[in-house]
């Protein structure tokens, strides 16, 4: 596997200025995903960019055939892109997770908070894992990141973590309350 100090020269040269936290966190995703591109067969794939197997099963010209799950957890054949270089497979990490359809997990990234960032991929069809796991692996990751190179960590859970939408619990809670009460006053009922 490559070194995390040399998978981050990597991304500051295909992705020069970007914060510690943006750093951290495409890393973090690029060394669970593809081992910094050293999983499937040395493909150089950062983010496991895949495709959808023929109708035959076989996999295009170009891709590495793997197992891979879906959200239910049934397994299916991946074909996964194979890239001539590491600072290939990189790129490729950074565009699929920054392209304009996922303006939200831009804004996630630069948070540095791993379940807003999980939560956005999630919704933008970028993973089928549950957003809560795949935080998970992305503070872990970033934490053995942050020490392998000396620096302070920036991947951490805000306070607004704990509920999907960034809201505090209680929050939502009481508004839900309030619109099935004006549902109900709405349809006739009493509140």
């Known amino acids: 596997m490559m070194t995390d100090a040399s998978a981050r020269a990597i991304l500051r040269f ?3 200025g970007r914060s510690l936290a943006e750093y951290q966190a495409v890393q973090a995703i690029g060394r669970f995903e593809g081992n910094y591109g050293s999983a499937f067969a040395a493909a150089n794939n950062w983010g496991a960019s895949q495709t959808g197997a023929r109708a035959d099963g076989s996999c295009p010209i170009g891709t590495t055939p793997t197992t891979d799950h879906d959200a239910s957890g049934h397994a299916y054949t991946a074909c996964i892109f194979r ?3 590491p600072q290939a497979g990189a790129l490729s990490l950074v565009r699929a997770l920054t392209a ?3 303006p ?3 804004a996630a990234l630069w948070s540095g908070d791993p379940f807003r960032i999980a939560r956005a991929m999630s919704r ?5 894992a549950k957003p809560e796991l795949y935080a ?3 503070e872990r990751n970033a934490s053995t990141i942050a020490r392998a190179l000396r620096e302070p960590l920036r991947i951490r859970r805000s306070s607004s973590s704990s509920s999907s939408s ?3 619990l ?6 839900a309350l309030e619109v099935l009460c004006l549902v109900s006053l709405a349809r006739g009922g009493r509140a």
């Not at 209680?170 to 508004?175: D, E, N, Q, T």
């Open 166 to 168: 960034g809201i505090p």
């Open 100 to 102: 304009p359809r996922r």
């Open 136 to 138: 998970v692996a992305i």
């Open 83 to 85: 890239f001539p270089t």
């Open 104 to 106: 939200r997990v831009g």
């Open 124 to 128: 933008s069809g970028y993973m089928a």
């Open 14 to 16: 295909v992705w020069p």
């Open 170 to 175: 209680f929050v939502f809670l009481a508004a």
